[in-house]
């Protein structure tokens, strides 16, 4: 065991190798990071699901956005940040609800199922302040019960140029990663523990946003997607089939 952490080097390496996976995809793609990062923790070390998750995500965020920051539309920024508090708020209150970590599995599962199923559906949503402010709520709700808060803002900005949607994705996800974060440290539900995790998870954000970076201009968003979204459900399946075969204890 890693002292201080109750999860051996073996899982951490695993944890490790998954931020890393997803922070690349987040740099890229300005979404991703929960839906494949949250599954694959969730099951070598369910206990640092959601508070860990949101730490290394505030990482991420900072240098994801850090990039992109020329193509963000601050209009549309008081409405989405507005709505993605409210959201992580109400997500706090419920958080309490959740009745163990088997539950929190099962709860990331089925949130990167649905975020796989909106990415696919092929919606279009106009961009107004009514719907951002309607997919910060959502978003708020399920990035902070589960880590995985990308998939409301990603249907919003599907149809965006690459760079305007992947900065405008990254800076509602940099916004999201603090208030949830704010929210759950307030209420007690993020100490010591989640931030030794995250600390031990830096190296991969490291290698994850740099790896991102020289593949981004490489790669359209389009051939990103159909990679993102099947690594996403194959870890959800995975997650699912872990508790199912060994309910965590």
Known sequence: MIAGLAITPGAALFCLAAVAAG?????????????????????????????????????????????????????????????????AVLATLLLGLLPGPGAVSLTVAGVVMVGVALSLAGLSVPIRPATLF????????????????????????????????????????????MVSIASLALAGL????????????????????????????RLARGRIRPWALGLSAASAVALILRVWLVPPA
């Open 190 to 217: 993020i100490g010591r523990a989640e931030c030794l995790f995250a600390l031990l998870m830096l190296p991969g954000v490291a290698a994850g946003l740099w790896a991102g970076g020289r593949l981004a201009g």
């Open 23 to 87: 922070a690349m995809v987040q740099r890229m793609a300005g979404q991703a990071f929960g839906m494949i990062s949250a599954p694959l923790v969730a099951m070598a070390a369910p206990g640092m699901v959601p508070g860990a998750l949101l730490v290394i995500g505030l990482a991420v965020g900072l240098g994801a956005t850090a990039v992109d920051l020329s193509a963000v539309d601050r209009r549309a920024l008081p409405p989405g940040f507005a709505g993605r508090t409210l959201g």
């Open 134 to 177: 309607g997919a910060g709520v959502l978003a708020g709700l399920m990035g902070t019960l589960t880590a995985v808060g990308a998939p409301p803002m990603a249907l919003l900005y599907q149809h965006a140029p690459a760079r305007r949607s992947r900065a405008m994705q990254n800076v509602f996800f940099l916004w999201g990663m």
